[in-house]
């Protein structure tokens, strides 16, 4: 009996082993094909086949070195030979529109890029689109917007109400100007107007020269206003209608295999339309509100009111 019940124990100890290691084999073999799968069909360096690289852009923009890292990547991978960036964007900071519009045509030199318009392509967004060699936008994206602002608040009536006063030791008289705690002079807002101005004929510049138009006719189309894609491919600031099928067909005039898969390069960080996670989660704890709040910071679009500097950016 006793020797029954230890082959027994032992039976019942080997019968656990096995099951163990037949689940480990399992668990490695299913990562091991997971990974297999990554890399044959998902973006990234470690895509392996040639294809067509697609690039989204979107929401809120700022300087945003993981899209520039990522960039850089798809112009380095030997695999990608077209490139299809995505916008779908209002716009954001006019630094933020130039580094990655500087990223684009860096890729493009060595690459044929095409930009595919979503919802959305204004101020800073158009300027990442034409970047690109060809634009195709659907009938009712809206495109435009070029130009720069500066916004700031003034709120002297609230602070005289709450009878607050701010007193203030400058070194020059505009210094820290525009400010929102004091009336804004004459001085400040000539000043302010020479700096966007300066920044609003650069946009008009990169405009002109990418869209092949003579500066007044580009100068006519930078007055802030918004087109359909229709109408933007009447004013020439798009090439043609449509989506990613086009875009692909463009990248075949240029010797892209159009049967070659189009693979998003994706980034690390999820992202919404408006608001950059990184972003959300600074005004969140800015503002002292919990970790559940940042989904309805993204929904309102509480990115805009914290860009600095100049602003390329359709209704902040």
């Known amino acids: 009996m006793t020797l029954r019940a230890d082959d027994l124990i032992d039976r019942r100890r080997l019968r656990r082993k096995l099951t163990f290691w037949r689940i480990a084999a399992i668990a490695v073999l299913l990562f091991g094909l997971a990974a297999l799968s990554a890399w044959y069909y998902?973006?990234?360096?470690?895509?392996?086949v040639d294809h067509i690289a697609k690039i989204k852009i979107e929401g809120t923009i700022t300087q945003d070195d993981e899209l520039i890292r990522r960039i850089e990547a798809v112009r380095k991978a030997p695999h990608v030979k077209g490139?299809?960036?995505?916008?779908?964007?209002?716009?954001?900071?006019?630094?933020?529109?130039?580094?990655?519009?500087?990223?684009?045509?860096?890729?493009?030199?060595?690459?044929?890029?095409?930009?595919?318009?979503g919802t959305l392509a204004a101020s800073a967004g158009y300027m990442i689109a034409s970047a690109s060699d060809y634009i195709v936008a659907h009938q009712t994206s809206i495109v435009g917007s070029i130009g720069v602002l500066i916004q700031y608040p003034d709120v002297t009536g609230l602070m005289d109400k709450i009878g607050v006063k701010l007193e203030e030791v400058k070194s020059s008289p505009l210094k820290a100007s525009p400010s929102p705690f004091a009336p804004t002079t004459e001085e400040a807002r000539a000043m302010v107007r020479k700096l966007i101005m300066d920044s609003y004929d650069w946009f008009v510049d990169i405009v002109a020269e990418r869209r092949?138009?003579?500066?007044?006719?580009?100068?006519?189309?930078?007055?802030?206003?918004?087109?359909?894609?229709?109408?933007?491919?009447?004013?020439?600031?798009?090439?043609?209608?449509?989506?990613?099928?086009?875009?692909?067909k463009w990248l075949g005039t240029k010797g892209v295999d159009e049967k070659l898969k189009v693979v998003e390069w994706k980034s690390t960080?999820?992202?919404?339309?408006?608001?950059?996670?990184?972003?959300?989660?600074?005004?969140?704890?800015?503002?002292?509100?919990?970790?559940?709040?940042?989904e309805v910071l993204r929904e309102i679009g509480a990115d805009r009111l914290f860009l600095d500097g100049l602003v390329s950016v359709w209704h902040p």
């Open 42 to 48: 998902g973006g990234g360096e470690g895509t392996g």
């Open 212 to 248: 092949k138009l003579p500066r007044p006719q580009a100068l006519a189309l930078a007055d802030g206003s918004i087109f359909t894609g229709r109408q933007a491919v009447a004013n020439k600031l798009i090439d043609a209608l449509g989506g990613e099928q086009e875009a692909v």
């Open 269 to 294: 960080e999820r992202d919404s339309l408006f608001l950059p996670n990184a972003m959300v989660r600074q005004i969140g704890r800015a503002l002292g509100l919990p970790v559940e709040s940042e």
């Open 83 to 117: 490139v299809i960036v995505l916008v779908n964007s209002p716009g954001g900071t006019t630094v933020g529109g130039e580094t990655i519009y500087d990223a684009v045509r860096k890729l493009a030199a060595e690459k044929p890029v095409v930009t595919e318009v």
